[in-house]
């Protein structure tokens, strides 16, 4: 059965939920088949996943790498450790199936504007049509930015600290590395989009620049309380994720007051017309 177009506004409750079904059903379908795909491939994926990490150890040198249990040759690959018999096999699935989600989002979008066109009207169409591919390619944006950048820094600067304890010898396993990996790059794909659901909201007139500056301290307090939640427990980590929040925060903020003022202007010439 093909699924139905929402394009017929007089559909009943039952159609709509028949359209869902529909497309839920699709989502998961294309996840299975990337995940599938995803696994066929997984020792190329973890050698991807693996790459930071390996930058990481070339930064702190050699001395400081053997030191604390780590093989420095540029090439080595067994620098994490299986925990148990069935761990390498489940971590493999679980990568794979992170990897299928971060390859179906557009997809998985797509799925859902086309669930939710018909209800919105043109003016909310142009923002989506705006948005939504902005707001996809900022998130890979900062998926990239993270497994380049600051990742391999940001391990760096761990085990440098590990390095000034002499009781430490660091033992990666694979489920803890892996999903500090995914962790982090999610949480920089995301952060990358804050300013455009500033912008956003601002656009909607859901509230005003005002009203956001003047609710600042509490942004900043559910700024910290999200880095603590989602970084691992260590203040490095949290740091690491609080200050491109603000900072995107900041800078989202000041994009909105100009589209905010650019939006008055265009109200303007209207309130004199109908005076």
């Not at 066929?40 to 996943?49: P, S, Y």
């Not at 557009?106 to 018909?118: A, K, M, N, S, T």
């Not at 912008?199 to 603590?228: D, H, M, N």
């Amino acid at each position: 059965m093909a699924a139905k177009d929402l394009s017929d506004r007089g559909m009943s409750l039952g159609d709509h939920l028949e359209e869902l079904r529909w497309r839920l059903l699709r989502i998961v379908l294309a996840m299975l088949a990337f995940t599938i795909v995803a696994f066929i491939f997984n020792i190329e994926l973890k050698m991807i996943a693996l790459a930071p990490l390996q930058k990481a150890i070339a930064i702190v040198g050699p001395e400081m790498a053997t030191e604390l249990g780590f093989d420095p040759d540029p090439a080595a690959t067994r620098q994490l450790r299986g925990g148990t018999l069935t761990e390498p096999t489940i971590t493999a699935f679980t990568i794979s199936m992170l990897a299928a989600v971060f390859a179906i989002v557009p997809y998985i979008v797509w799925q859902i504007w086309g669930f939710v066109r018909p209800a919105l009207h043109r003016h909310e169409l142009g923002l989506a049509f705006l948005f939504i591919p902005s707001a996809i390619a900022f998130f890979y944006l900062g998926v990239v930015l993270g497994y380049f950048f600051a990742l391999p820094w940001f391990y760096a600067w761990l085990i440098q600290w590990a390095a000034l304890d002499p009781t430490v010898s660091m033992i990666l396993d694979q489920r803890s590395y892996f999903r500090l990996l995914v962790l982090m790059t999610a949480c920089f794909g995301f952060i990358l989009d804050i300013p455009w659901f500033i912008i956003l909201l601002v656009r909607l007139r859901v509230v005003s620049p005002q009203q956001i500056a003047k609710k600042r301290r509490y942004i900043i307090l559910a700024a910290v309380v999200a880095a603590a939640l989602l970084s691992p427990p260590d203040p490095f980590s949290q740091l690491a994720l609080f200050i491109p929040i603000i900072v995107l925060f900041e800078l989202g903020l000041l994009l909105s007051r100009l589209v905010y003022q650019r939006a008055l202007a265009a109200d303007t010439p209207d309130k004199d017309t109908h005076a």
